[in-house]
């Protein structure tokens, strides 16, 4: 199997590099990547500095890094890399599952748990390859509406002169292509001021996004026929498009589209529009961060019924990350727990949601998690 799309579209291994200060450890990944025919390990590391010296001047496609060191843990060896080259893709080798919340939250492409399993790894690899694979002529502009809002050309976010440029740039992706009238654009983002001023605001915003764009020698059309404007959104990759698309159209969860399903979930990156006071985007995301926690369940509930609980838990942990309360991720994290034999995880996660419940609501859980607790 090859890997495409690093290297002008042609067909090449995956360039990894291993820092991990354990060398049997160094040694069993390095056999199985080799193994797998999809990688070349260009080079392998027991200190994470001479790592970075590597890799300041050395292209690398993903880093294996071990996240518990003694000179630099992995998480803070990952930032490091990804200023080195922000287009690396990180996988973090761990022994401990509780460090797989840092590792989302850092936007790691995937976690491994000691002992790696041939099979797991073989996940890994073929998520690298889906996300990784750019097309012949790839998008130069990426838009993260999950988490804080960003515009970013390669290595550079897209800065703007005021927040209201960021609002309406954000307001016009929030409909998805559609065209919105002016008039509407207008009562949402400048309610308080009259007809001619809030018009001049508008026209002076729009002035100001275009100029941020043109600055950056990026090209995103916005469009204006009879009174109306649209963003054209096949211009640009964007998180918060890819989802919805995945949404409207994504049927049940086997085992042909898992995968699909599970790229589609890595995109939550937190709270849509997080941290800014759009009022209007409120109903979305609510709607969204929904819409993202069916997701999870369906994607625990095709591990369970693979009895492969583990797997369900990881996904479920990730939910309680956004949504700690939630009644049905901790029920089903529990079950999945109980049903893998790990007896003391589902005990102390039953005892954190309990405590939560009762700080936060002044409720009990319900007798159905005793139930599962036996």
């Given at each position: 199997?090859?890997?495409y ?18 060398q049997p ?11 797998s025919?999809?990688v070349?390990?260009r ?6 500095l ?8 050395n ?11 003694p000179d ?13 080259q922000?287009?690396i893709?990180?996988v973090?080798i ?17 976690y ?5 399993t ?7 690899l073929?998520?690298?390859v889906r996300?990784k ?5 790839p998008?130069?502009?990426?838009i ?12 550079e976010e ?5 927040e ?24 949402r983002?400048?309610e308080e ?11 002076t ?6 100029k ?16 109306s404007y649209?963003?054209?959104t ?16 994504h049927?049940?969860?086997?085992q042909?589209n ?16 997080k941290?800014?006071?759009f ?11 929904d819409?993202f ?6 994607i ?5 019924n ?11 942990r990730l939910?309680?990350i956004h949504e ?5 991720l901790?029920y089903q994290?529990i079950?999945?727990l109980?049903?893998g ?6 005990n ?6 309990q405590?939560e ?9 319900d ?8």
């Amino acid at each position: 199997m090859h890997f495409y799309g690093f290297v002008g579209g042609e067909p090449n291994l995956i360039r990894a590099i291993i820092v991990d200060d354990e060398q049997p450890s160094v040694v069993k990944l390095e056999k199985l990547l080799n193994e797998s025919g999809m990688v070349e390990v260009r080079n392998t590391f027991t200190e994470p500095l001479v790592a970075l010296d590597y890799v300041k001047n050395n292209q690398v496609d993903v880093a294996f890094l071990d996240i518990e060191m003694p000179d630099m843990d992995g998480i803070e060896l990952a930032n490091r890399v990804i200023d080195l080259q922000g287009r690396i893709a990180v996988v973090f080798i761990t022994a401990y599952n509780q460090y797989a919340v840092e590792a989302f939250r850092l936007n790691a492409l995937d976690y491994l748990m000691k002992p790696v399993t041939v099979e797991r790894l073989r996940e890994t690899l073929e998520r690298i390859v889906r996300e990784k694979t750019i097309p012949m002529n790839p998008v130069k502009v990426q838009i993260r509406c999950f988490g804080k809002f960003r515009v970013t050309t390669g290595y550079e976010e897209v800065k703007f002169r005021t927040e209201k440029a960021v609002e309406l740039l954000a307001f016009l992706i929030d409909r998805k292509g559609n065209f919105v009238n002016r008039n509407e654009i207008i009562d949402r983002l400048w309610e308080e001021y009259d007809g001619d001023r809030a018009l001049i605001y508008f026209n002076t915003t729009l002035h100001y996004i275009k100029k941020a764009l043109f600055q950056m020698e990026v090209t995103i059309p916005i469009k204006h026929d009879r009174g109306s404007y649209r963003i054209d959104t096949s211009g640009f990759w964007c998180d918060y498009c890819r989802f919805g698309e995945f949404i409207a159209k994504h049927g049940k969860v086997n085992q042909g589209n898992i995968l699909e399903y599970e790229e589609v979930a890595g995109l939550y990156g937190g709270d849509y529009l997080k941290g800014e006071d759009f009022y209007w985007a409120e109903h979305n995301r609510q709607m969204l961060k929904d819409q993202f926690i069916r997701l999870l369940l369906e994607i625990a509930g095709y591990y369970k019924n693979d009895e492969n609980y583990p797997k369900a838990a990881e996904w479920l942990r990730l939910g309680l990350i956004h949504e700690s309360l939630h009644r049905e991720l901790n029920y089903q994290l529990i079950e999945a727990l109980v049903r893998g034999n790990d007896l003391n995880s589902a005990n102390r996660y039953y005892k954190i949601y309990q405590n939560e419940i009762k700080r936060k609501l002044r409720q009990e859980p319900d007798e159905s998690f005793m139930k599962l607790l036996g």
